[in-house]
């Protein structure tokens, strides 16, 4: 069975902070990593993907990926309390197919 | 506008019904995709397709049916065989090239309600 876990959270953090959510995965032949965001609600949105080992930066949002280490995190600068919302890692399970984490819910407080 | 667009927004159903909903797609997409939410939980996948004419159960298919008959639609029945249906489910495409990283896109979603 192929697992992606997330901590549920909620993670509070002040406006104008880093937030940093984390996700770790199973399957060591995962290559395609994903980030969503779901406001309370409405449907996920694709924030980032990412598929080598590093960095990837995108505005606000940072991804980063270790293989060796099976996990995959989003750090989110400057945090706003519009990014409340909760957030899904999402991994390649298959052609196609991806697994979801079950999110990690973030509050941001002006 | 492209767009993945679900109907009904919202859904009512009496034990012992089937309903269908209904998922479209105007991005070319090859592949679509079915998933359960529930309260607290991450999406689940039911079922998925491909290519038209053709699709795969996912992790819980029971008590679901689907079909794709065309490109464009993926409709899911949920059959009054399905225990607990209540949950917001969502419809996902993407482009479904072979052997490139395969980005899903999801529809606004459908929440359906057992009375």
């Known amino acids: 069975q192929k697992e992606v876990e997330q901590n549920s959270g909620p993670l509070s953090v002040p406006e104008g902070a880093i937030a940093s959510l984390n996700c770790t995965y199973s399957d060591r032949g995962s290559q395609s990593f994903f980030w969503y965001r779901q406001y309370s609600g409405k449907s996920p949105e694709l924030i980032m993907s990412i598929y080598s080992n590093g960095d990837k930066e995108d505005g606000r949002f940072t991804a980063q990926l270790n293989k060796a280490s099976q996990y995959v995190s989003l750090l989110i600068r400057d945090s706003q309390p519009s990014d409340s919302a909760t957030y899904l890692c999402a991994v390649n399970s298959g052609y196609s197919t991806l697994t979801f984490g079950k999110g990690t819910m973030l509050l941001v407080s002006p | ?115």
Not at chain 2, 45 to 58: A, P
Not at chain 2, 69 to 92: D, G, H, I
């Open chain 2, 1 to 115: 506008d492209g767009g993945i667009t679900q109907s009904p927004k919202y859904l009512f159903r009496k034990e012992g019904q089937n309903v269908t909903l209904s998922c479209e797609q105007n991005l070319n997409h090859d592949a679509m995709y079915w998933y359960r939410q529930d309260p607290g939980q991450g999406l689940r996948l039911i079922y998925y397709s491909q290519i038209v004419n053709d699709f795969q159960k996912g992790d819980i298919a029971e008590g679901y049916s689907v079909s794709r008959e065309k490109k464009e639609s993926f409709p899911l029945t949920v059959t009054s065989a399905q225990k607990n249906p209540t949950a917001f489910y969502l419809c996902a495409s993407s482009l479904g090239t072979s052997g490139t990283p395969d980005t899903q896109y999801f529809g606004p979603g459908t929440r359906l309600t057992v009375l």
